[in-house]
């Protein structure tokens, strides 16, 4: 019964706040889309993907309920111009998973409709580098790991299948910690130390594949800097480099310019005013975090920190599509401020 009055006063509050905080549209936020075997069996990376049904069904119920589906360049279009239009959505994929041309790319051709792959170009020339899942495999077959953490020796069973779990998390959250040069030197270690055997089949895009996608007007292709590190703990000159960089090389290799922008981490703890002063001076048209909300016409002047909302596994996703994109959840998270910008 609890429960049952739990849900019933949820409902009704979400339906109250609806209208103040939907917005007019919503930029969502997702990584891979992965069908069968292909899924991670670590919660962290399992938490990035989705199946190739499940969006097949959100695009359904998208059209459904007449909410529009466009790209980034639309998006900046109409905040800039503000003109008035239905409810609408646009998709963007971060990392530049291979998955993305190869299972979600058929999906969105079938269907006619526009997204956007945020690609780092070192995941594309080492995929080695996308590190969260190179940890994943060697946990696959490992039964222990040994590393050093700050000049602590440190060696954790990785036998059974919460041993795992719990070596994951504790070299995540110390990977998440470090600086740029220290994280690149701990994995260095880490990984020199403890050898993995074969790993999974590409999980990143090759430069053929991102072309591919690159010459369909369907996709845009936005930055993802670099070498996907923590923008709040580089120099004002490395956080530059990073976004101009990623940029340069992107346009290099497909031969089209690229004006959007995802922050690798892009949630109050990582990013803030001081990055979106200078990613906002790289004349990015739109640059896109990971605060939680839905879009309003007054972040016309907010381009540099565009929100969006996250779909990932884990969720039934159609009804955390219409309980994210109510607003509700992120009235609560932002002190009912509609206008996240901070």
Not at 117 to 122: D, K, L, M, R
Not at 173 to 194: A, C, K, T, V
Request: hydrophobic content about 40%; glycine content about 6%; proline content about 5%.
């Amino acid at each position: 019964m609890k429960r049952f009055l739990r849900k019933a006063a949820v409902n009704l509050l979400t339906k109250a706040l609806r209208p103040i905080y939907s917005g007019i549209g919503s930029i969502l936020c997702q990584h891979r889309v992965v069908n069968g075997s292909d899924s991670s069996w670590v919660s962290p990376n399992a938490a990035l993907e989705i199946s190739g049904d499940s969006l097949e069904s959100l695009i359904r119920h998208l059209n459904a309920r007449d909410i529009q589906v466009i790209s980034l360049d639309e998006v900046h279009s109409i905040l800039t111009s503000g003109r008035k239009v239905r409810p609408f959505v646009a998709f963007t994929f971060d990392d530049g998973y291979r998955d993305n041309v190869t299972v979600a790319y058929p999906i969105f051709q079938r269907y006619r409709l526009p997204f956007t792959v945020n690609v780092t170009p070192s995941f594309v020339e080492d995929p080695g580098n996308m590190w969260w899942y190179r940890l994943e495999d060697l946990l696959r077959s490992a039964t222990s790991i040994s590393f050093s953490n700050r000049g602590t020796e440190v060696t954790m069973e990785a036998a059974s299948s919460v041993q795992k779990d719990k070596a994951f998390e504790t070299v995540n959250q110390i990977i998440l910690s470090l600086g740029p040069s220290e994280r690149d030197e701990f994995l260095y270690l880490l990984f020199d130390r403890n050898p993995s055997g074969p790993g999974r089949e590409r999980l990143v895009m090759t430069w053929a594949e991102v072309r591919q996608l690159a010459a369909d007007p369907l996709v845009t292709i936005g930055a993802h800097t670099m070498r996907h590190y923590d923008l709040n703990k580089l120099t004002d000159e490395a956080v530059l480099f990073e976004l101009n960089e990623s940029r340069r090389v992107i346009e290099s290799q497909i031969g089209r310019k690229v004006e959007h922008f995802a922050y690798p981490f892009g949630g109050r703890s990582a990013v803030g005013q001081r990055e979106f002063a200078l990613v906002k001076q790289c004349q990015f048209k739109t640059a896109t975090t990971t605060r939680s909300a839905n879009l309003f016409p007054e972040h016309a002047s907010h381009l540099e920190c565009l929100p969006r909302i996250t779909l990932s596994g884990g969720y039934p996703i159609l009804s955390r599509f219409d309980r994210l994109r109510s607003g509700a959840p992120a009235a609560f998270s932002n002190r009912f401020r509609r206008l996240v910008t901070d």
